[in-house]
C-alpha cells in the first residue's frame, strides 16, 4: 500500500464516521438569510408598535407591553412572527438539501431526524408557554423566553451537527437572560439574538464549511 | 519495513466492511437502511459483508418490528471495536514507518 493510499483510506474512514453521526449539511447560507428575515421582521414590528407615537417612547417601561394595546397589532405581530419563521425554515430546508445532495448525505434520514427530535423538545414546550403567557396578558416575556427556548433548542440539537451550534445556543440563552433583565428593550434583544448572532454565525459557517 | 502488512486485519481488507466498521465505531447502532443509504451499496451487497463481519463476531444484529415492519440493527462489540482501533492503528504507523524511510 502507498502511503497516499493509506491517507486516503484513513480520510474516507473518518469522513464516513463523521457523515454517520452527524448533521454536517446544515447550511451557513440559510443562517445568514433567517438572521437577515429576522431584522427585517424586527423593523416591521418596530413600525407597527410605534408608528405614529412620537416622540418614540424609548425611555418607557415595558416597551413591547405597551404598545400592544389594539388587539390588531397582536394579530399582525403574530402573523409577522409566523412569516418570518417560515421564510427561514423553507429557506434552511431549500438550501440544505442542496448541501445535503453535494455531500452525499440524506437530507431526510436518521442523524436529521434525531436533530429536529431533540430541537422540537425545548422549542414546542417554550412555544407553549409563550402562548400561555400571552394568553395571560404577559407580553414581557415574548422576548427573553423566545430567545432562552431557542438557545436550549440548539444546545440539545448540537450533538447531532457542528459544535458550532452550540455556541450560538450559549449565546442566545446568555441574551436571553439579559432581556429578563431589562423588559423594555425587548424588541432590540429579540433582533440581536435572532437577526445578528443569526447573520455573524451564518457567516462564520458559511467560510468555515459551505464551501 | 516488513512490520506490518499482516498485522493489517484480513476482515477489513475489503472497503466496504471497513465503513461498516467505520460507522458503527462512531454511532451506538445503525439501522439496515440507514447504512444502506449512507454507503450507497445495493442490499445484498451489504448484507453480505454484514454476514462476515457477524461471522467474525465483531458485530452483532438485532431484531425488531417498528410497527409491522422489520427493523434490523447493528451494533459493535468490544471485539470488533478493539479490533477496528488497531486495525487504524497499524495504517497510522505504516505511514509514520514510510515517512522515516
Known amino acids: 500500500m502507498e502511503e497516499k493510499e493509506i491517507h486516503d483510506e484513513l480520510a474516507a474512514i ?17 443562517g445568514i438569510l433567517a438572521g437577515i428575515y429576522a431584522s427585517i421582521g424586527s423593523g416591521v414590528a418596530y413600525y407597527i408598535l410605534y408608528a405614529g407615537d412620537y416622540p418614540v417612547k424609548h425611555n418607557s417601561h415595558y416597551f413591547i407591553a405597551e404598545g ?6 397582536i394579530y399582525s405581530l403574530l402573523l409577522l412572527g409566523i412569516l418570518v419563521l417560515l421564510a427561514s425554515v423553507v429557506t434552511a430546508i431549500i438550501l440544505s438539501s442542496r448541501q445535503a445532495k453535494r455531500k452525499g448525505q440524506p ?3 436518521k442523524i436529521s431526524q434525531s436533530l429536529l427530535f431533540h430541537m422540537s423538545i425545548p422549542l414546542l414546550t417554550g412555544g407553549l408557554l409563550i402562548l400561555i403567557f400571552m394568553y395571560d396578558g404577559s407580553y414581557g416575556i415574548v422576548a427573553p423566553a423566545s430567545l432562552i427556548f431557542y438557545g436550549l433548542s440548539l444546545v440539545s440539537a448540537s450533538n447531532f451537527t457542528f459544535t458550532d451550534v452550540k455556541y450560538l445556543g450559549l449565546c442566545e440563552i446568555a441574551l436571553g437572560l439579559i432581556a429578563a433583565c431589562l423588559p423594555s ?3 432590540l434583544f429579540w433582533a440581536l439574538g435572532f437577526g ?16 | ?37 449512507l454507503l450507497n451499496i445495493t442490499d445484498g451487497n451489504l448484507a ?8 467474525e463476531e465483531y458485530i452483532v444484529v438485532h431484531k425488531s418490528f417498528l410497527g409491522r415492519k422489520p427493523n434490523t440493527n447493528y451494533e459493535a462489540t468490544v ?19 514510510q515517512k522515516s524511510t
Open chain 1, 14 to 30: 473518518r469522513g464516513l464516521m463523521e457523515r454517520s453521526s452527524k448533521f454536517i449539511s446544515l447550511s451557513g447560507l440559510s
Open chain 1, 68 to 73: 400592544i394595546q389594539s388587539i390588531i397589532n
Open chain 1, 107 to 109: 437530507i431526510w434520514g
Open chain 1, 185 to 187: 428593550y425587548g424588541l
Open chain 1, 196 to 211: 445578528v448572532l443569526h447573520i455573524i454565525y451564518g457567516g462564520m459557517m458559511y467560510l468555515k464549511y459551505d464551501r
Open chain 2, 1 to 37: 519495513m516488513k512490520i506490518s502488512f499482516d498485522k493489517l486485519d484480513k476482515a477489513f481488507e475489503n472497503r466496504v466492511r471497513l465503513q461498516i466498521m467505520s460507522v458503527l465505531a462512531a454511532n451506538e447502532r445503525y439501522d439496515f437502511n440507514s447504512l444502506k443509504d
Open chain 2, 48 to 55: 453480505s459483508h454484514l454476514k462476515a463481519l457477524e461471522k
Open chain 2, 79 to 97: 471485539i470488533g471495536k478493539k479490533a477496528f482501533k488497531e486495525h487504524l492503528d497499524t495504517l497510522e504507523q505504516l505511514i509514520k514507518h
